[in-house]
Every structure is written in structure tokens, then in C-alpha cells.
């Protein structure tokens, strides 16, 4: 069984809102840091938000900043991201991951363990 199993994805119109869910089995030394990212067909994986669970501190991609928000449950190891004025742009298949470090760049290479993804689907 996966380490990190995401959930929530679905439809949503331009402007709406959805929320995801991120369920860490365990906490090892070195996945301390919980991430987001997001790719979309034919692009890049990009990196959308990251936090340290046991910090609360949080990071952001300049494109959802104000916009997504990142959080946790530390007694369900739940990390959430709820994605408020959704764009078509957002549409992509949205994964969690755990890693060592959090920094700004929230890039895939610092990330270790890999959920399978939800998607997320925005119509205009």
C-alpha cells in the first residue's frame, strides 16, 4: 500500500473551488515535508504549495498564491489543499509527495515518495 493516497479531485467550473486531501501513512526523518504538484498533458510536473506538517510553515508557487491553500491534520497525518478561484489553467492531474525539505522551489527532485494522483478537471 502507497505511503500517500490523494483523494478529492473532480469537475468544477472556472471560478469554483476544491479541495484535496493527502493521507500520510507515516513520517520518516527524511520525507518531513509534504508537497503538491500538478501536471498537465504534455507538460512538466510543477510544484503548487508545500508545507512541514509539524511546522505549519508554508510555501507557494507564484501562480496560486492566494489562491490555493495549504494545510494539515497532524493527528489524521491528513495534508490538504483547497483550491479556491479556480482557472481552466489549473486543470491537471494533482499529486502529493514527501521529502526531506521544504524550500521555495517546491521542485520534484526534492520529493521522495509519490502518491498516484487525483485529477482535477476545470471547465471555462
Known amino acids: 500500500q502507497g505511503q500517500l493516497v490523494e483523494s478529492g479531485g473532480g469537475s468544477v467550473q472556472a471560478g469554483g473551488s476544491l479541495g484535496l486531501s493527502c493521507a500520510v501513512s507515516?513520517?520518516?526523518?527524511?520525507?518531513?515535508?509534504i508537497g503538491w504538484f500538478r501536471q498537465a498533458p504534455g507538460k512538466e510536473r510543477e510544484g503548487v504549495a508545500a508545507?512541514?506538517?509539524?511546522?505549519?510553515?508554508?510555501y507557494y508557487a507564484d501562480s496560486v498564491k492566494g489562491r490555493f491553500t495549504i494545510s494539515q491534520d497532524n493527528a489524521k497525518k491528513t495534508v490538504y489543499l483547497q483550491m479556491g478561484s479556480l482557472e481552466p489553467e489549473d486543470t491537471a492531474m494533482y499529486y502529493c509527495?514527501?521529502?526531506?525539505?521544504?524550500?521555495?522551489?517546491?521542485?520534484?527532485?526534492?520529493?521522495?515518495?509519490w502518491g498516484r494522483g487525483t485529477q482535477v478537471t476545470v471547465s471555462s
Open positions: 509527495a514527501a521529502g526531506a525539505v521544504c524550500t521555495n522551489a517546491i521542485h520534484p527532485t526534492q520529493f521522495i515518495y
Open positions: 507515516r513520517y520518516y526523518s527524511n520525507t518531513q515535508c
Open positions: 508545507i512541514y506538517p509539524v511546522r505549519g510553515i508554508t
